[in-house]
């Protein structure tokens, strides 16, 4: 796909020539080429060299040190600190305030948790693939699986990211209504802690710099119909109408999938130390014991075709 002719071949020097793709870099670290072109342009890494055709060829060093911007950044680091710390040839690891991160064991260890989401399913799940979708196509997405949810699926642990509570002033009346039937219900935005609510949907603050205000989530899970969606806004959309944003998503109802990501939200709430969430965490420690049924799973994807195909449709 990525072929070089003859006359290419001849021009490079040997290690030229063993370069990576930008897609081959991509496989090896899970970072889309998407993702990787607007790192590129956004904050000047990663450094291609470019072939005489203009395609863009890395170094096999690049996975190593891409992998670290990625473990950094999942680890709470920004992006633009994770990418200035590889820049200026160092590899250790940060902690989430942008300092060389110390374990120190115990009680006290930094959680291996990523408090992220899409991270926690592109680093357990690297089958799911990750689309790049426009803001219009997510709200469909999102507005299925709840719908699907709240009228198949009863007693499940539920889930929703929205950024900011503007976000969720649009949807509150449609999670009030998701809540009446789940075990548990939260969501996540820039609440002040004085909005923290003591009956369902739990409200979550998150800080500023936390990932999970970066990301679109939707996360049921349930016995006969686990859905989780998950996705994250690209960068450098300033001028991009707003339904035309793009976000690099993914989402699956693969159970073990599910309450993985289920976990991750679960602790995040707990953290912030919101009613109820210790005792979610502790249910979903154990394996899910989900029985999916199919019926629900292909009335959940017609959903998702007609919402999609027809956004205004609910």
């Not at 670290?29 to 060299?49: C, D, I």
């Not at 600190?81 to 009680?107: N, Y």
């Not at 992220?116 to 089958?127: D, K, N, T």
């Not at 979610?280 to 959940?300: I, Q």
Request: net charge negative; proline share 7%; with cysteine.
């Amino acid at each position: 796909m990525n072929a070089l002719s003859n006359a290419e071949q001849n021009e490079l020097r040997p290690d030229e020539a063993a370069g990576l793709t930008i897609g081959e870099l991509a496989d090896r670290t899970g970072v889309s080429a998407a993702t990787l072109r607007v790192w590129e342009t956004r904050y000047g890494f990663p450094v291609p060299h470019r072939l005489p055709s203009g395609h863009r060829r890395y170094p096999e060093s690049l996975v190593a040190t891409v992998q670290t911007v990625v473990a950094n950044r999942d680890g709470g680091v920004r992006l633009d600190v994770a990418i200035r710390h590889v820049l200026a040839g160092t590899d250790a690891p940060l902690s989430g305030g942008g300092e060389p991160a110390v374990s120190t064991g115990g009680a006290h260890a930094r959680r291996a948790e990523p408090p992220s989401v899409f991270a926690r399913l592109r680093r357990s799940h690297p089958h799911l693939a990750a689309q790049r979708l426009r803001k219009s196509t997510l709200i469909g997405l999102s507005w299925a699986i709840e719908d699907e949810f709240c009228a198949r699926s009863h007693r499940a642990h539920v889930f929703g990211s929205f950024q900011l509570q503007r976000h969720y002033a649009a949807a509150e009346q449609r999670w009030t209504d998701l809540a009446r039937t789940t075990a548990s219900t939260f969501v996540f935005a820039d609440f002040p802690r004085e909005l923290a609510t003591t009956e369902l949907p739990y409200l979550v603050p998150l800080a500023a710099d936390h990932p999970m205000r970066r990301e679109w989530t939707v996360v049921c899970d349930s016995a006969d119909l686990p859905a989780a969606l998950s996705a994250w806004e690209l960068p450098g959309q300033h001028d991009v109408p707003d339904r035309d944003r793009l976000f690099e998503a993914m989402w699956t109802v693969e159970p073990v999938a599910v309450r993985d990501a289920a976990r991750v939200c679960a602790a995040i709430a707990a953290d912030a130390g919101v009613l109820g969430a210790a005792g979610v965490v502790a249910d979903l420690e154990s394996p899910p014991d989900a029985r999916p049924d199919p019926m629900l799973a292909t009335s959940l994807f017609n959903r998702v075709l007609a919402y999609v195909d027809h956004p205004h449709r609910r």
